[in-house]
């Protein structure tokens, strides 16, 4: 997909995503139903304005101008000539803001929200939903709200279901789904639409589409890294996932478990796998809301066992001055292969299973401490959950969102909250990478500061060399890790990114 560029004075840069417009110019407007609904009448301006758009990133001057703008907002100067505000700014932060196209510098993204003119009549849309990828808290609530946001704000009455998948499209019967019908399924964890990974032919979905007279498609990708590839990738500039503040909140129960486990022996270590293949959020986050963890490990900080200041050493260290220990350890940390599955996911081996046959075998040794580890895998057990308070209003938006975005012509686009503000970002920038953890960053340091482990930025050569051997090895055919050293100063920047979500509609 060619990207959509609107520029404009001062460096202005709208990433726009398609509109049905581009491709039919002739296409017929209809009246938003929604001035009508009840619910939206204690709304005093319900209608997004086409030119709303919302701040990606500023510079520094920008963000000077935009205190100006600000200041002038309070005193009630900056509008337009029709008296409406110009700049609109949440909390307390110059970056959550949506201004107008004019405004200062930078590059932004179209706000979302109901358009006052529509693309498709009510009465003459067919609609459908389908999950596809690894399960996630929320799929479910999101699944609801799309069918009784459809129905209830636009009057959209023939919304469909399909089953398995994106190969479901063409190999599976789709069902009618009906608020009623989906009236209590946000209480359930997983999709009751069932889901699939990778292997679908996308030619023979489009001939589904025509062949069942769909007209408007609402796609729901959702995965940590890689289920989401049949639109594209998440990519970095998404604040956060829904189902993410349920995860974190459930990965409370395994690693309060490994603490007790770990608490009731002597030198008693719990060690807890967590979600994160290539990003360590999920750890990061579980970690610093636990309070308990010893040690946290993830993908985009290595770590080296062996030699002074190893994790070795630090794990011996602690259990001598605590008496216990507990480690988090996201599913990449340390992982190199290069195996991939349908989808393009790393086929990772089991870091948890390696690290505790490592931990147990250094400890095994001669004139070494006698330890009792307990290992807890709870990755499935987090993701199959139903989704918590906040996660169930995040799902409720976004999902309101994709449908406003589809009945206004939008098309090609993903829903995602940027610097605290909802809006489309559209499907190319979603292949440019992965969120990451920034081990130079603060919440890191926050992390380092809870565990007080070391950062492992500095091994010594002999440390090296013995990781290094360390991950030729094949013991009990498990992948050893390789050691990725680095330099003090580099900045190992990097889906959500654990758990992603998008939204994409088409014709």
Not at 407 to 432: D, H, Q
Not at 453 to 466: E, G, H, L, T
């Amino acid at each position: 997909m060619e990207p959509k560029l609107v520029t404009g004075e001062g460096g202005y840069v709208l990433e726009d995503v398609p509109h049905l417009s581009d491709y039919l110019p002739d296409l017929p407007t209809f009246h938003n139903p929604i001035q009508d609904n009840p619910a939206y009448s204690v709304v005093k301006q319900y209608f997004v304005h086409d030119e709303d758009t919302v701040v990606q990133n500023v510079g520094l001057l920008n963000l000077k101008l935009a205190k100006i703008v600000h200041i002038m907002f309070i005193m009630g100067a900056a509008t337009y000539n029709d008296g409406k505000p110009k700049v609109i700014l949440a909390y307390f932060l110059i970056l959550q803001a949506v201004h107008h196209k004019d405004g200062p510098r930078g590059n932004y993204f179209r706000r979302q929200g109901p358009r006052q003119m529509i693309y498709f009549e009510p009465d003459e849309v067919t609609a459908c939903i389908v999950t596809c990828g690894g399960l996630c808290p929320g799929l479910n609530t999101v699944i609801r709200e799309l069918v009784c946001s459809l129905d209830y704000l636009y009057g959209v009455k023939r919304v469909f279901g399909i089953e398995g998948g994106y190969k479901g499209f063409y190999s599976r019967n789709i069902i009618p789904l009906t608020p009623r019908s989906v009236n209590n399924i946000h209480k359930r964890g997983g999709t009751v639409l069932g889901t699939s990974r990778g292997g679908y032919v996308t030619s023979k979905i489009v001939d589904s589409i025509q062949d069942r007279g769909i007209n408007q498609v609402i796609v729901y990708i959702i995965g940590g890294d890689g289920t989401q590839r049949g639109a594209s990738v998440i990519y970095q500039v998404i604040d956060k996932s829904f189902g993410f503040d349920t995860a974190v909140e459930e990965a409370q129960r395994a690693i309060n478990a490994a603490h007790v486990e770990a608490e009731s022996v002597e030198n008693g270590i719990g060690l807890v796998k967590l979600m994160g293949r290539d990003s360590g959020f999920i750890a990061m986050y579980a970690t610093l809301a636990n309070r308990d963890v010893d040690c946290c490990l993830i993908p985009e900080s290595p770590f080296y066992l062996e030699g002074p200041g190893g994790l070795y050493e630090f794990i011996e260290e602690r259990i001598r001055a605590n008496g216990h220990m507990v480690i988090v350890i996201a599913e990449g940390a340390g992982e190199t292969l290069d195996e991939r599955d349908d989808s393009g996911n790393k086929l990772f081996k089991d870091v948890g299973l390696w690290m505790s046959h490592k931990i147990k075998d250094y400890f095994a040794a001669p004139k070494r401490m006698q330890i009792t580890l307990k290992y807890i895998d709870p990755t499935y057990m987090i993701r199959a959950v139903p989704s918590n308070a906040s996660d169930n209003v995040y799902c409720a938006i976004l999902a309101q969102s994709a449908i406003h975005g589809a009945m206004a012509g939008y098309t090609g686009f993903t829903v995602g909250t940027v610097n605290g503000r909802n809006c489309y970002i559209p499907f190319y920038r979603i292949v440019e990478g992965q969120n990451k953890v920034v081990i130079t960053d603060r919440m890191w340091a926050r992390v380092l500061s809870s565990t007080n482990q070391p950062s492992f930025m500095n091994p010594p050569k002999d440390a090296v060399a013995a990781a290094t051997k360390a991950s030729n090895d094949r013991e009990n055919g498990i992948e050893e890790i390789k050691l990725r050293k680095i330099k003090p100063s580099e900045n190992h920047v990097g889906d959500h990114h654990l758990m992603c979500n998008g939204f994409s509609n088409g014709i």
